[in-house]
């Protein structure tokens, strides 16, 4: 089966610009993740969503950072504007059905803000 | 929340040693660990879980004991191989509203095989 697809896979950008990412799920998987990894941490849940519907959403500085998942398969998570503290790696993950299911990971995108 | 804590943070073994990695949670209500093992510039990958109604389980030369009381769980790798070495994390689940669960990731313990 394919995997999870993210795009672009490298981003750099000047702080207080815009910027998008996409991640195309495993096809089936209901749950999909997106997470922030800054070098040398673990990963840290942005959001997750169920299907088309937000689960959680607590670390997500929503001032900045807004996300979609469109009609519950594909979704995108955007940053606006950026700081230079939102340097890090973007992971979409899905699960078949919630958290108890693995996680299957995309490759992620660096973002770097100059 | 859950406050999940992972140590060590850097680990070296020599190749054909054993490496154990620990983690603590604080939400008794966890149910579900998984491990990730996330190599250098890759993704992470499931390698091992484990559920609350059991307190060990091995897969090959990685196993998992979980202890509920002490609200803490560990890594076994046996006989390493250059190619453990990587970046392994712990997670732990927390319950959220309506019967849905996150996962919250430990820090991550960077271990190095020395051939």
């Known amino acids: 089966e394919a995997g999870v697809a993210q795009s672009p896979r490298y981003k750099i950008i000047e702080k207080r610009q815009s910027v998008a990412f996409w991640c195309n799920p495993i096809s089936g998987h209901a749950t999909l993740y997106w997470y922030q990894q800054i070098l040398g941490q673990g990963p840290k849940l942005l959001i997750q969503f169920q299907n088309n519907g937000v689960v959680d959403d607590s670390q997500l500085p929503k001032d900045r950072f807004s996300a979609e998942r469109l009609k519950g398969v594909d979704s995108t998570l955007k940053i606006q504007p950026a700081k230079l503290e939102d340097s890090a790696v973007y992971l979409c993950?899905?699960?078949?059905?919630?958290?108890?299911?693995?996680?299957?990971f995309g490759p992620g995108t660096r973002l770097t803000v100059t | 929340g859950e406050n999940v804590e992972q140590h060590p943070s850097t680990l070296s073994v020599q190749e054909g040693d054993s490496a154990v990695i620990k983690c603590t949670y604080s939400d008794s209500a966890s149910n579900y660990f998984p491990w990730y093992k996330q190599e250098l510039g890759k993704r992470p990958q499931l390698i091992i879980d484990i559920r609350s109604n059991v307190g060990e389980k091995k897969d090959q030369r990685i196993a998992v004991t979980l202890n509920k009381t002490a609200k803490h769980f560990s890594l076994h790798i046996t006989e390493t191989q250059p190619e453990d070495s990587a970046v392994y994390f712990c997670?732990?689940?927390?319950?959220?509203?309506?019967?849905?669960?996150?996962?919250?990731f430990g820090t991550g313990t960077r271990l190095t095989i020395i051939p």
């Open positions: 993950a899905s699960s078949l059905a919630g958290a108890r299911y693995e996680q299957y």
């Open positions: 997670a732990a689940t927390e319950a959220l509203h309506f019967g849905n669960e996150k996962l919250t």
